[in-house]
């Protein structure tokens, strides 16, 4: 059996411990705003509430930091995300034409090594692919928005109980509850657009079946595989590494089994 290498799962590897830190800070921060927004609600005393406001300011302050914890570290994963993705097209160049690009290649990656050199490779390493990203992606909707609703609930008491006390401080709490549903929002698109690709990789791969590619045929293989890494590009999302590690088994067999329904072998 071939060993798996897979060069740049390195980056994928810090990507994910960076997101992994921002949603740390995103925990924080909702955990101290629910707390901010309880406090005041409780029936204590004098005393106890003398005694805790110094402490007041210096939890607001680590709510700030921890909100601008989340959104840098976000932005410093969609970064990192480009040029990790830039590494992945370029192994999948090599692997499908044969070329030296990359400075290391996978091996084992692809289930297509018997394919020769050339288009109908490229796209049905580009298919295998997005085979494997909708079944991840529809994995990660529902807990995508299960973070959505149980995130935005400490972050909307506090900004409908406010009443614009301190206007910075609301931008930011309005600011993360937007974020968060629109990353849901991108993910729903961005598995409809995928899974709608699927159909016409599947479609034009049966199509062409065992003939020899004519000059006619590049397009109708290269415009899913460009349609493809345009979605990526656009969605600019990190697939959830223990969804994929989970159920890679499971889609991998799910995915043999569509290579052999497409009649190209």
Known sequence: MMNKIVPFKSNYKTIRKIETTAFYFLLSAAVIIGILWLAPKLNLNTSIKSFLFPFKEFVKSLSY?????????????????????????????????????SNENSSGYYNNEEMPFGIKKLALNSYESSFHTENTLKRMLYKMSLKVLLFAIPFSLSIFTSGGENIVRLLFEISIPIIL????????????????????????????????LEIKDYSKLLIPVMEYYNIKSWANINLDEKIF????????????????NLGIE
């Open 181 to 212: 549903l629109l990353q849901l929002i991108t993910t729903i698109v961005f598995f409809n657009s995928i899974k709608n690709l699927n159909e016409r990789f599947k479609i034009e791969l049966i199509n062409i079946g065992k003939s020899t």
């Open 245 to 260: 590690e989970k159920h890679n088994t499971e889609i991998s067999e799910k995915w043999l089994n569509r290579k052999g």
């Open 65 to 101: 930091v921890s909100m601008i914890g989340y959104l840098g570290l976000s932005i410093i994963a969609k970064i990192l995300f480009k040029d990790a993705e830039k590494n992945k097209r370029d192994d999948l160049i090599d692997n499908s034409f044969g070329t030296s690009y």
